[in-house]
Structure formats: C-alpha cells, structure tokens
C-alpha cells in the first residue's frame, strides 16, 4: 500500500506542475493563479486576419516604431491595419525576387515590401529565374563583391544616405517587419502556424500560452511608393526626339547629377535605365483671368494674354538599391558598370550647384566618419552581421568618396569620374594591451586586378 500510495502522490504532483505551467488551478487549490506572462489575447480569431503576437484586433507590437519619423509609422500602422482587415500585398512580375506592393484598406498602394529571404539569392525567393541560374550555371551564381542577403540593408542604406546628403532622390525606406500569407513562407512555417490557430480555437486555455498566433512577421526593407513615375528609359528615348526647354533641360541635369552621386558612393552594382524612374508632366496651360472677356479690344488688346505657359516639371526617383555597398571593387568576371555613364548628360561636367551641395560635406572626414556610424547602427542588427565585412565595406565607400570629391574639385563629369582608378580608404586597428580598437590613421590602396568583362 505504501508503494501505491507514493504512485499516487506523484501523479498528483505531476498534473499540479502541469496545470501550473499553463496557467490552471487543481482541485482544492484556492490560491490565485500567476502567470509569468500577460495574457494578451482579448478577443476570438478574425477569419483571415493577419496577425503578429494575437489573433484578433489589432496588436500593441513593438516594432515597426519610428519616433524620428511619425509620418512614416503612421504609414506603416496603415499598412498593418490594411494587412489585419485582409488587404492582401501583390507581388511584382517584375524582378529576379520577391517584391510586393502593400496597399491601404482603400485599396491604394503605399509601399514596396522585400523580404531578407525572398531577395534573389535568398532561399524562399519565390521566383524561379535564381534558381534556374544556381542550378546550371553555379559558377557565375551570384557576386563576390555583395554581401549575401543583405539587400534590404543596402535598400535602408541608399535612403539613409541619401536623407544625409539632401538628395532627396530615394523613396523614404526603412527596415520593418510584416506578416502575411501572400509572403512566401515555408511548408513548417505555415503547418506551425494553423496548428497554433487550431489548438487556440479548441482549447483557448492552451493556446493562450504561445508566444505567437499566425505566422512569423519577415523582416526586409518597406520604400514608400511613389505615383506617376515611368522607367528612365522610356522617357530618356522620349527627350532623345523632343528636346526638352532649357529651364527643364538644366533642372534634369541637374538631378541627373543627384544620382550620379548617390550611385558611386553606394557603389551600385545594379543600376540600369530600368531601375531609376522618371517622372515628367508636360506643359499646362492656364487661363489669364476667370472670366471670359466680351470685348473685342479687350481680347486682342497689346496688354491681354490668352495663357499662361508653365514649364514641364520632371522629377528622379532612384529605386533597386539592393545591390551596394560591396566589400570589395569587383575584381572577377564583371564590373557591374553604371549605365548612366553612356548618357550625354554623363559628358557635361558637374555642375557648380551639385558642389556647392555635397562638396563641403564630403570634404568632411567627421561627416563621414558620422555617415559611418549610422549605417553602422543599421546594419549591426542582422543576424548575418560581422564587424570586419562592414569595415570592408565602408572602406570601399570611403574611397568612392574621396574620387568622387577629387573629381568634383577637378571639374571633371560623370563619365571621367567612373574611369579614375578605384581606391579603398582602411581605418587601422591600434592595439592596447589584449584589445584592439579604431584609430584615425586611414590607409590608400588601389585595386590592381580588373574584372574580366569591362562592359558587363
């Protein structure tokens, strides 16, 4: 009897540890019940919600959050909202990757979400064009220079550039996180997540216990979108046959000139006359007075005009920054030339204005070095991030930096700009004791060895 007795003893111990742990009281217990965390689940699951901590309303999440930038959360709470009511994101047929446009609950498109595990070398890209590449030709399959899976942050990098500059070119672009079922996700990843859903629906008691109903939010870049632009190319074969007036003619240089910038000190590998935009409203007329005059001196009088003609106005939007801030010149097969380089507007030398903008500041060693720190700052929160591949990184934008004032003070043009020998500027690491830490002592290098392919 003493053995069944301490069976039993066990067992009861057993299932009070068991009820404990999910939040539950046994028979004869009157003390109250403390849960190590919040019960944050208020309300029954939504049919076809996506959610990111709970099922059903909307969740305090704590991410997502820019307090430096409350038009752009306040966008992205939009976008959470949208995604919660069932707006679901539309993925692009263009591109090598996952690409989706997130719109509104009204239906308008407010941004352009890329998930980390969706960009072209990433192993849930949900287009086939990759894989096809890896699979026959995977000698060529992606490039040396890039860091793998990072081009989210070298999307969030080219804005925040960018912001510092006062280009003003990038669509704002953050690092965020959002869920949806349109996303491309993982057989394990969706069977966790309706397994969740079942177990709350039938025994709320247990499912109040997850951490997460739903599935896992993706982590990627979120560019505001921006509406009424076309691909550069279709306008620069447009202004080819249709001259543009010489007030536009300079202004478009003169952003012309923004974008030259932004592309040689990200060093973009990717940029083509289809991955910039365009944006050009012709001519309008206005009507001299608002009301019609009746008399014939009045209309054909020296001092009456029928209209007022307004230039066109144009404007650049540089998008696909996912493909910068190498580690390294490209020294292998291809250069990943600028295509911007073969334009006529390449030939004119920079322009006083450009100078005036930028030129004081990249003379600036504490700018850059700022500039540094805060790219440092965004990209130190991946998973994947090591601190000597960011100096790397860095020493390869600080010596397109140091060409590209050289060039401005020279006078020289886009076109000769990208022909000056590559440099890569290192910080050195001084040694104290066991630890090593930055210096201010940089060292000049050129890169002796050309990629293969010049054109390409």
Known sequence: ????????????????????????????????????????????????????????????????????????????????????????????KKGTSGCYFITEREGKTIGVFKPKDEEPYGQLNPKWTKWMHKLCCPCCFGRSCLVPNQGYLSEAGASLVDTRLQLNIVPKTKVVRLASETFNYSAIDRAKARTKKNIYQKVPLVGRRFHRIGL????????????????????LRRFD?????????????????????????????????????????????????????????????????????????????????????????????????????????????????????VLPLLSDMNFVQDLCDDLHELFRHDKGFDRNTFERQMSVMRGQILNLTQAMKDGKSPVQLVQMPVVTVERSRMKFGRTRADSDVFTQSFAHRAPFFSWC
Not at 73 to 89: F, S, V
Not at 216 to 235: E, H, I, L, R
Not at 254 to 266: A, P
């Open 241 to 357: 046959s249709e001259a543009l007036p010489e007030s536009t003619a300079k202004h478009f240089q003169h952003l012309f000139e923004k974008l030259v910038v932004l592309d040689y000190i990200i060093r973009n590998t990717d940029r083509g006359n289809d991955n910039w935009l365009i944006k050009y409203e012709t001519a309008s007329d206005a009507s001299a007075s608002a009301t019609t005059p009746t008399d014939t001196d009045s209309l054909h009088g020296p001092d009456s005009e029928w209209s007022i003609v307004n230039n066109p106005e144009i404007s650049v939007a540089a998008i696909d920054n996912g493909l910068a801030f190498p580690c390294k010149h490209p020294d292998e097969w291809r250069a990943y030339p600028y295509h911007w380089a073969w334009l006529p507007q390449a030939k004119v030398p920079f322009s006083q204005e450009i100078k005036d903008q």
């Open 1 to 92: 009897m003493a053995q069944v007795d301490k069976i039993k003893i066990l067992e009861r111990n057993c299932k009070s540890e068991t009820a404990s742990s999910l939040g539950l009281k046994t028979v004869g217990d009157t003390s109250p019940v403390k849960s190590e965390r919040p019960n944050r689940i208020t309300s029954a699951p939504l049919e076809g919600a996506n959610v990111y901590e709970v099922i059903g309303g909307i969740p305090d999440i704590g991410y997502n959050q820019f307090p430096d930038d409350p038009e752009f959360t306040a966008m992205m709470r939009e976008a959470e909202l949208a995604l919660d009511a069932g707006c679901k994101p539309k993925l692009s």
């Open 216 to 235: 896992p939010p993706k982590v990627g870049s979120f560019q505001t979108f921006v509406n009424g632009y076309k691909d550069a190319d279709y306008w």
